[in-house]
């Protein structure tokens, strides 16, 4: 897993972004490192994680995201970076 580090050196919540079978996969992750359920509640730290960040392990998983941050409102709110990058 990547830990994502922010500008302020504090690890973020974020979504790991694949491909499987041809579809967008997100999975949430505490900043901490602890995969999310659906409720995005930390079991670790016993905390409600925001997720605002995206993943993505390749490039052509980066160019689908930054389409659909583009195209709608639901991902406009979020930011997007390549694994490699970080």
Known sequence: ?????ENNNLP???HE???????????????CGNALNEDYFCE???RKCHCN???C???AVLELV????RKSSQF??????LASDI
């Open 17 to 31: 972004a694949t491909l499987e079978n041809g579809s967008l996969v997100m999975k949430p992750y505490c900043a």
């Open 12 to 14: 973020s919540d974020h």
């Open 53 to 55: 960040q995206i993943i």
């Open 1 to 5: 897993m990547t830990k994502i580090i």
């Open 66 to 69: 930054k389409n659909y941050i």
């Open 44 to 46: 670790k730290c016993h």
């Open 57 to 59: 392990n390749d490039e």
């Open 76 to 81: 406009s709110a979020f930011k997007v970076k």
